[in-house]
């Protein structure tokens, strides 16, 4: 994509913070999550605040973009945003409160993470409460919203690098190539492997 179409497309992915700014929000934090599927290994939640004068350009919904691309977006959203913080849950918990609040739950503590408090939280989807900060949830946010899609690149390539360990450490599951998904290929690991420590047992009731 061309440097003219790049910044065409940051323009139109800054329409939410611009129109929170108009309404007196200073500092917005996009927030979004990786994981809330699959069936092994933690949900992961992340919160960020882009400095408006450092201009991150190629920011996207993290699964339309190629792995290189995440990788190198992942260092310029690290090194140039005002603040930005990840949570995993880990899938014991998620058995406990289920997929949903367990989302809720990292996506509060990325909040009360961030070493700048944010006046405005703008969400992938979700209405979160209990933070005592005013939300926007946005459906498919990450492809509408800079901050979000910066978040949701934070949250999606910590949760990759996560799931390429696990693969070290429970190997068989194919953990780096589908990162927990339920594929075919997990499926069938499943079957001769029986379930591991980081599969979640209420996605695999009839399996465990």
């Known amino acids: 994509?061309?440097?003219?179409?790049?910044?065409?497309?940051?323009?139109?992915?800054?329409?939410?913070?611009?129109?929170?700014?108009?309404?007196?929000?200073?500092?917005?934090?996009?927030?979004?999550?990786?994981?809330?599927?699959?069936?092994?290994?933690?949900?992961?939640?992340?919160?960020?605040?882009?400095?408006?004068?450092?201009?991150?350009?190629?920011?996207?919904?993290?699964?339309?973009?190629?792995?290189?691309?995440?990788?190198?977006?992942?260092?310029?959203?690290?090194?140039?945003?005002?603040?930005?913080?990840?949570?995993?849950?880990?899938?014991?918990?998620?058995?406990?409160?289920?997929?949903?609040?367990?989302?809720?739950?990292?996506?509060?503590?990325?909040?009360?993470?961030?070493?700048?408090?944010?006046?405005?939280?703008?969400?992938?989807a979700i209405n979160l409460t209990g933070t005592g900060i005013p939300v926007t949830p946005i459906i498919k946010g990450d492809a509408k919203s800079n901050s979000i899609a910066a978040a949701s690149i934070l949250a999606k390539v910590t949760r990759d690098r996560i799931m390429e360990e696990y693969d070290v450490i429970y190997p068989g599951y194919g953990f780096a190539k589908h990162k927990g998904y339920g594929t075919k290929a997990h499926y069938e690991a499943i079957s001769m492997l029986s379930i591991c420590p980081i599969h979640r047992k209420t996605f695999l009731k009839g399996l465990c």
Request: hydrophobic share 45%.
């Open 1 to 124: 994509m061309r440097d003219e179409q790049l910044l065409e497309k940051f323009a139109l992915l800054s329409e939410y913070e611009n129109m929170a700014k108009e309404h007196g929000y200073s500092c917005l934090a996009g927030i979004d999550e990786a994981g809330r599927g699959p069936l092994a290994g933690p949900v992961v939640a992340a919160a960020c605040i882009l400095d408006e004068n450092s201009m991150i350009l190629g920011l996207d919904d993290s699964k339309k973009l190629s792995e290189k691309k995440r990788q190198k977006l992942y260092d310029e959203i690290v090194l140039h945003a005002v603040a930005y913080s990840v949570v995993r849950i880990e899938p014991d918990v998620i058995d406990q409160i289920n997929i949903l609040e367990a989302t809720k739950k990292a996506m509060r503590l990325c909040v009360s993470g961030l070493r700048v408090r944010p006046d405005m939280l703008l969400i992938d």
